[in-house]
């Protein structure tokens, strides 16, 4: 491998053909799981979103985004969080669609009423079978190390793909509300 080929140029250009080629996936495979995706943030009395180490990340990024939409968001773990209802949706993030944590958080929120969306390489996974709304992402999950998906490190691809659905989500309900960048900025944070 030449300097060329071990450099960070090199790897922007590896990293954004891949997540090129997974949006194209995701946008063209299953264009109706996006609606449902979207709908049921639309339709959520509040939106509370759940995912760990950077999946987890991520989701509080959209969070943050739909929280300038004016939605009523929480970030699951946080002191100020209430308990989720029969009108809320938990929005999730797993690449194996296994962790514990979110896996039994989900279950909660089913139990109480509460829609789960769910993004996860694992159509078939115990996350996914609880999901009202699902995006399947075609990237490696953090324990494939084949570079047969991807060339990145662990769930690199998976975790990249999280922020850009979560921007895309929100770029279309931002887009759909007809309101102004300007109308959203109050809520932009300004204690920081």
Request: charged share 20%.
């Amino acid at each position: 491998m030449d300097i060329l080929e071990s450099g960070v140029g090199y790897a922007l250009m590896r990293i954004t053909q891949e997540l090129d080629d997974v949006a194209d996936q995701v946008a063209t495979n299953d264009p109706m799981a996006l609606a449902r995706f979207s709908e049921q943030v639309v339709e959520a009395g509040r939106v509370f979103v759940l995912g760990a180490g950077r999946s987890g990340l991520a989701l509080q990024m959209t969070a943050m985004r739909l929280m300038h939409l004016g939605l009523d968001v929480h970030v699951v773990g946080e002191v100020t969080a209430p308990a989720i209802g029969a009108d809320d949706l938990l929005l999730t993030a797993s690449g194996s669609g296994t962790t514990e944590g979110i896996v039994r958080n989900a279950r909660s929120a089913v139990s109480v009423g509460a829609r789960v969306a769910v993004i996860t390489t694992a159509a078939q996974s115990p996350l996914a079978a609880l999901a009202s709304a699902l995006i399947v992402v075609p990237a490696a999950g953090k324990l494939d190390r084949s570079e047969s998906a991807s060339n990145q490190y662990a769930g690199s691809l998976f975790e990249q793909s999280v922020v850009l659905i979560g921007d895309a989500l929100f770029h279309a309900l931002w887009k759909r509300s007809g309101r102004s960048a300007d109308e959203l900025w109050p809520r932009h944070a300004n204690l920081e």
